[in-house]
């Protein structure tokens, strides 16, 4: 049932920061979410900087107080932002984790005044495509290396 994987979000933390790296570097989900190649200096140079962006939003996706994803908009102007997201436990993958995520980054967006919402999706992760095409999100274009940009205005 849907309702046992109620996500709270949290905020991103040195947990976060560590389970990340894990997630990040596991060959699936690197391959998925199109992650370059990083190191632990880099990472850590990022994360230094991280709340004083304005132009990014992070946030942890927690089931029964467990970290099991990250999400976030990225990228943000005036008019628009850059929506991702990765469920690092797989145990969760299709168990409607994506859709409660994207769903509270859709009404985060909404919230700070953005126009559209658009993602970055590799062709062959079809599990994000059909997640984002279930919440109205159009084609838009397609980018070099296999990536399909998709785009939901408001």
């Keep these: 049932m849907a309702n046992d994987?109620?996500?709270?979000?949290?905020?991103f933390d040195?947990?976060?920061?560590?389970?990340?790296?894990?997630?990040l570097n596991d060959i699936e989900i690197k391959y998925f979410t199109n992650t370059s190649d990083f190191d632990r200096v880099s990472q850590r140079e990022w994360f230094e900087v991280l709340a004083a962006r304005d132009d990014y939003y992070i946030k942890t996706m927690l089931v029964h107080?467990?970290?099991?994803g990250v999400c976030g908009i990225k990228n943000i102007t005036d008019t628009e932002g850059e929506a991702w997201l990765y469920v690092g436990e797989k145990l969760?993958?299709?168990k409607s984790i994506g859709t409660q995520c994207l769903k509270y980054l859709i009404s985060?967006?909404?919230q700070?005044?953005?126009?559209?919402?658009?993602?970055?999706?590799?062709?062959?992760?079809?599990?994000?495509?059909?997640?984002?095409?279930?919440?109205?999100?159009?084609?838009?274009?397609?980018?070099?290396?296999?990536?399909?940009?998709?785009?939901?205005?408001?």
Excluded: C, H, M, P
């Excluded at 994987?5 to 905020?11: D, E, H, R, T």
């Excluded at 040195?14 to 997630?23: T, Y």
């Excluded at 590799?122 to 059909?130: E, G, I, P, Y």
């Design 5 to 11: 994987y109620q996500l709270i979000f949290g905020n």
């Design 92 to 94: 969760l993958w299709g």
């Design 108 to 110: 985060y967006a909404r």
């Design 65 to 68: 107080n467990t970290l099991v």
């Design 14 to 23: 040195e947990e976060a920061l560590a389970k990340s790296w894990d997630w």
């Design 112 to 154: 700070i005044d953005l126009k559209s919402l658009y993602a970055l999706i590799l062709k062959d992760n079809t599990r994000s495509l059909n997640l984002f095409k279930k919440f109205d999100f159009i084609f838009e274009s397609e980018l070099e290396n296999d990536i399909v940009k998709v785009r939901l205005g408001f």
